[in-house]
């Protein structure tokens, strides 16, 4: 079965500092990659995806995400970090028709 | 709506009732998710419905729970016999198509409290 991990419960990032969410990942065939971000008292909301083509992929709020094959990796990542960017971030794969989520990880941004 | 919406908002209710969680998902999708929230966890997927398919009912921890849809419209989730390891929030998403290339659209969740 297809999963991702994210090793990291909690990251602490000063504001401005680049940040950087891991994402490690655990498939059979190509695999679609996701990033959803959870808000306090509110849905999840879709940053960005990966499928196929540039292994940098751009999405929502200025985040990124480097595919990385060789270490199966799918890290988040935001050159300066916002108070406001404090959330908990969760990394995704597809399964068949599923999505399959990380138990997240909650940033949080120092001011 | 613009968006995936779920009701209640907020349940709580006594152990050994049943309750039911609505969701309406955006118009025109055919792929709806259940999924389940604990207290600092992640993601826990429930069930599946897309079009008139049969659902993945894979992830259903036991059951007393249950879920409908007709066709691409709303869909209920069912627990039977609440227990306090209900307890939760509980989260829908639909997504346009059946490929997972698609974007999934979550709803607010629903907070069950199971006292």
Do not use: M
Not at chain 1, 9 to 32: F, H
Not at chain 2, 25 to 36: E, N, V
């Amino acid at each position: 079965a297809q999963s991702v991990a994210q090793p990291e419960d909690q990251v602490n990032v000063a504001e401005g500092n680049p940040l950087t969410v891991k994402c490690t990942y655990s498939v059979s065939g190509n695999p679609y990659l996701f990033w959803y971000v959870q808000y306090p008292n509110r849905g999840l909301q879709f940053l960005l995806k990966y499928i196929t083509g540039d292994n940098l992929v751009k999405g929502s709020y200025g985040f990124e995400a480097e595919f990385n094959k060789s270490q199966t990796s799918f890290h988040l990542k935001k050159p300066s970090a916002l108070v406001s960017d404090s959330a908990l971030y969760f990394c995704a794969v597809r399964d068949d028709d599923k999505i399959i989520f990380g138990k997240g990880t909650r940033l949080h941004i120092l001011p | 709506g613009a968006g995936v919406s779920q009701s209640p908002s907020n349940k709580v209710t006594e152990k050994g009732k049943d309750v039911e969680l609505r969701c309406d998902p955006i118009s025109g999708h055919t792929a709806l998710y259940w999924y389940r929230q604990r207290l600092g966890q992640g993601l826990e997927f429930l069930i599946y419905f897309q079009g008139n398919s049969a659902p993945d009912k894979s992830g259903l921890p036991s059951d007393r729970f249950s879920a409908e849809r007709t066709g691409e419209s709303v869909s209920t989730l069912t627990i039977q016999r609440t227990q306090q390891e209900d307890s939760a929030v509980y989260l829908c998403a639909s997504r346009k198509t059946r490929s997972s290339t698609d974007t999934q659209y979550f709803g607010p969740g629903t907070r069950l409290t199971v006292l």
